[in-house]
């Protein structure tokens, strides 16, 4: 098979042809349609991210769409044919997903919804297990709660904002003035970070109480600004808390603040099948009607996956950028 190689950090991906891998017990061979690109991925391209890197030379690529082409010993949930996807690799000893094939621990995968395309698909399962894991896992979201997210037009943001909907809640967004239809079309109002304050939209949307939600999903100042948004007793999330912050704001609120780190169980092999049962449940909104991903429209394909690694980072992007790895 066709794989992309990573051979030193900070270099161009190396085109390589390698045995196809064969599914161990409890694995399943995936041909790959699709390959959705992350942030973390071309962090981890650039030796950003000592914590998940595997050792190089490395396939890197964390999400996939694709068929499942074999079935490894004591696999019954799946049988040869089925369209999958997950995030399935591309993180210290597990192979990525930049490949024509892979074999994929059945518990990361779910069944593919049966109205996206593989590109639409290979573009939501790290976003989506971010998001749900920091809103509904953790947080608890419920009807009724007001849940801020930070950069809601984002990967994880853009799926924060439709799960918080469909648990009922009332939801505000902060964009850029250019994305602010982005956030509306999902149902939140926009919050336009550049010109509003804290203090201007805690007071117009929670009568100064603070939000009952946070998300953050950048960190850094915008880390600072949820201690400051959050209501007593309220929850924060942050997939991007690796800074140095002062705590004391949201101690004195009382507040709960959950770091979400969506890779641990394909690094460690703990909770795994969790992972693939809240892709199942997405499915089943996805196939309601009720979420879908935003994708963005440039296509890619292994010959200039390189480019789409640094798309994700210049921001220039609109939705998540998607590799396409063979065609159907």
């Not at 203090?199 to 009568?207: C, H, L, M, R, S």
């Not at 795994?272 to 890619?300: A, M, N, V, W, Y």
């Amino acid at each position: 098979m066709k794989a992309l190689f990573t051979n030193t950090y900070e270099s161009d991906f190396v085109t390589t042809e390698i045995a196809k891998p064969s599914p161990k017990k409890g694995e399943v061979l995936v041909k790959i349609y699709a390959s959705g690109v992350n942030p973390i991925d071309n962090k981890i391209r650039l030796g950003l991210s000592p914590y998940a890197s595997p050792v190089l030379p490395a396939i890197l690529g964390t999400d996939l769409a694709g068929v499942i082409e074999g079935i490894g010993e004591g696999v019954t949930e799946f049988k040869i044919g089925d369209e999958v996807y997950g995030l399935a690799g591309g993180v210290l000893g597990l192979q990525g997903t930049l490949a024509e094939y892979t074999a994929v621990d059945a518990d990361l995968l779910a069944k593919k919804p049966k109205n996206l395309t593989m590109k639409e698909a290979a573009g939501i399962p790290l976003v989506l297990l971010t998001a749900w894991e920091g809103l509904i896992d953790r947080a608890k979201v419920k009807k009724g709660d007001k849940v801020l997210v930070h950069a809601g037009a984002g990967g994880v943001g853009h799926m924060v904002v439709q799960l918080a909907k469909i648990f009922g809640a009332d939801v505000y967004a902060t964009v850029s003035s250019q994305k602010a239809d982005i956030v509306k079309g999902f149902g939140a109002t926009p919050i336009d970070y550049k010109t509003e304050t804290v203090e201007d939209y805690v007071n117009q949307y929670t009568d100064g109480k603070g939000f009952d939600i946070i998300y953050d999903t950048v960190g850094g100042p915008s880390l600072d600004d949820s201690f400051k948004a959050i209501r007593h007793y309220g929850q924060i999330a942050s997939c991007y808390a690796f800074g140095t912050h002062t705590l004391a704001t949201g101690s004195l609120r009382s507040a709960s603040l959950h770091g979400i780190f969506v890779l641990h169980p394909m690094i460690s092999g703990e909770g795994r099948k969790h992972h693939g049962d809240i892709l199942k449940e997405t499915t089943k909104l996805i196939e309601e009607g009720k979420l879908k991903p935003l994708i963005d429209s440039r296509q890619f394909t292994l010959d200039n996956a390189i480019e789409a690694h640094k798309a994700v980072s210049d921001g220039s992007s609109v939705g998540k950028i998607v590799i396409d790895i063979t065609n159907r």
